[in-house]
């Protein structure tokens, strides 16, 4: 790989890591809304939201991991051509 196209994926990266936006979210009320729903019935959308955070938050890591698979997989086979060397010596 050339120097260049490494100083763009890490240019990249830092961009997609670092900055943030704000979003337009109303945490609190949604929190707020949960909490009386499911103090109200158990079986009621708090769980179905939970779910749905974790279906947000694990959708970026799935697509940075489906974009860098390769460096992955090199990094992968690199730690355990090392981890091995250092337990045959």
Request: hydrophobic share 45%.
């Amino acid at each position: 790989m050339n120097k260049q196209k490494t100083y763009y994926i890490f240019f990249t990266l830092v961009l997609v890591l670092f900055i943030t936006l704000d979003a337009g979210a109303q945490c609190a009320m949604c929190k707020q809304a949960a909490e009386t729903s499911l103090k109200s019935n158990p079986n009621s959308m708090a769980r179905s939201l939970n779910s749905g955070i974790l279906y947000l938050m694990a959708v970026p890591y799935l697509m940075l991991g489906f974009i860098f698979r390769k460096q992955l997989i090199q990094l992968w086979k690199k730690f355990i051509r090392k981890s091995e060397k250092t337990t045959i010596d």
